[in-house]
């Protein structure tokens, strides 16, 4: 596909209005494409990042960041360090911060955080406290999770749910204020095989 707008033509116009007449000549451009080689052949590379990060502001007013770390003892402390790769035995941590970057306070919402693969769920470390679970992303229920067992002479129990099985937890704060961040966070226990961080910021 040829460009929409010529590089020689992009280039005359950065130089001969410099960039002050930036915002005029992307208005005369309808494509974004066009705009966006525009802005990266006359802004420096800094002034594009915060572009973008604007344009990403007004289109979303929740900004979720998911941080996954590995908890390690360092003498009678706890370390937070790079959870690229765990081992049996080791705990991770999962902290998911909300955001609301808008004017105006965002209602109903719930916040829902993964359970990482191989892992069981530290059920003492969930932050607030006040969390359900599930274990297929549907139904939601408070903790601990339990079962309905038939047993072989055909009488019912109640019995817990294993941490193994575990997918989400999900938090109901109802209403987040503008300019206001949120955060929710639990610890897992590592099961019988590596985790490789590959869903997480970190």
Known sequence: MPPLVSEKLMQYWCY???????QRIAKLVTSHIA??????????????????ATVQ????????????????LDGSREVLESAAVAKPGEILEEVATYTNTSK?????????????????LVMASVKPSNAKASTDGKTFSAL????????ANGVEVEL????????????????????????????????????AANNAGK
């Not at 941490?163 to 961040?181: D, H, M, Q």
Request: charged share 20%.
């Open 160 to 195: 817990p749910v294993p941490l193994s099985e575990y997918r989400y937890l999900r938090w109901y704060p109802g209403e987040l204020a503008p300019n206001k961040p949120i955060s929710f966070s639990a610890r897992f226990k590592v099961a019988d095989s590596p985790v």
């Open 35 to 52: 705009v966006g080689i525009l802005l990266a052949m006359c802004l420096s590379e800094a002034t594009a990042q915060k572009a973008a």
């Open 144 to 151: 601990p999770l339990t079962r309905k067992i038939k047993q």
């Open 104 to 120: 105006a306070a965002l209602k109903k919402l719930e916040a829902t955080l993964p359970v990482p693969p191989n892992t069981e």
């Open 16 to 22: 001969a209005h410099g960039m002050m007449k930036m």
């Open 57 to 72: 502001t007004v289109a979303e007013p929740l900004q979720i960041n998911l941080v996954r770390s590995k908890v390690v």
